[in-house]
């Protein structure tokens, strides 16, 4: 049939009047939610179109219209709901997606990983571990650390502060620098106490 004598009012001219009215109506209610509205208005408006389809072509014209159908509504629901969020109505009703510094906890203990502190008390697997003279609750990882040992923080895993005992190399060259009376003698430059004609 020639593109001139196509007409809306045949059956295959409704058919796919209706077709294109359904389609826009579920656009519009995934867009505008309407309670199921607007859904049952373009269920009804699809049903009709495929019935005017049978109308026009026949059994063979039906199922093809309809299999045509169960293509496309599914993919205009798709893209509806992909666009949904970029919306005003959307952004309304699903709000704004929270950021990630919004989402993640502000944990000063974080800072601590890598940091090597003494056992001040004996973890068996929890304890007491100093840190830059702080005093924080601590879980051993592995094994039974003694008071006065060294320790690294390898993770803090939400509220616990894990350690291990730390290696040579994680040691700090002298603890002590600024705590006169625990350096060697012979550091500070003080003669011996002891007479030496005794």
Known sequence: MPLADFNLLTPLGLAMMLAMIGCL????????????IIGFFATCSLIASIYYAYQAAGVTGGLGFGL????VVPLLLISAFKVLPHTPMGR?????APREEDVLVDDPRH??????????SKMLPSGAVE????????????RAIDPGQYV??????????????????????????????ARPIEELGIDSLEDPLA
């Open 25 to 36: 109506l579920i656009v519009a209610e995934v867009l505008i939610p309407s309670g199921g």
């Open 68 to 71: 045509g159908l169960v293509v």
């Open 92 to 96: 309304a009703m699903l709000g704004s």
């Open 111 to 120: 800072a601590l990983v890598g940091r090597v502190g003494v056992a001040r």
């Open 131 to 142: 840190i830059d003279g702080q005093m924080i609750d601590a879980v051993s990882q592995g």
């Open 152 to 181: 690294k923080v390898v993770e803090v895993r939400g509220n616990r502060v894990m350690v291990r005992p730390a290696g040579e190399g994680d040691r700090p060259a002298n603890p002590n620098a600024d705590d006169l009376l």
